[in-house]
Nanobody, 121 residues
Framework: QVQLVEFGGGLVQSGGSLRLSCIAS????????VGWFRRAPGKERELVAT???????YYRDFVKGRFTISRDNAKNTVYLQMNSLKPEDTALYYC???????????????WGQGTQVTVSS
């Protein structure tokens, strides 16, 4: 069992930055891949970025060059550094963990409650 808690959301102006943190419980955190997902109002949940157990990263095109995902296994934490934020980045951001390195939300077994990111224009 893994429990995930997200921190770091908030209100920021367009062009600003935020760093989200996803803190996991459990001793086997390093054996899980972690993904950041988001759900904007009226839209489906979508993948933002993932990081594998071996630190391989993947980004959706709409965040490439602006967001960076990283992990610190010693702290059981995965980060999402978000720069050059746009109003269209406004969403509830979730982290999730999976024993598989996957781009599909159905493969993620454990989910946090989410943290709200709002970008004003």
């Amino acid at each position: 069992q893994v429990q995930l808690v997200e921190f770091g959301g908030g209100l920021v102006q367009s062009g600003g930055s935020l760093r989200l943190s996803c803190i996991a419980s459990g001793r086997t955190f390093s054996t899980y891949a972690v993904g950041w997902f988001r759900r904007a109002p009226g839209k489906e949940r979508e993948l933002v970025a993932t990081i594998s157990q071996s630190f391989t990263t993947y980004y959706r095109d709409f965040v490439k060059g602006r967001f960076t995902i990283s992990r610190d296994n010693a702290k059981n934490t995965v980060y999402l550094q978000m720069n050059s934020l746009k109003p269209e980045d406004t969403a509830l951001y979730y982290c999730a963990s999976s024993s598989l390195y996957s781009l599909f939300s159905r493969d993620y077994e454990y989910w946090g409650q989410g943290t709200q990111v709002t970008v004003s224009s």
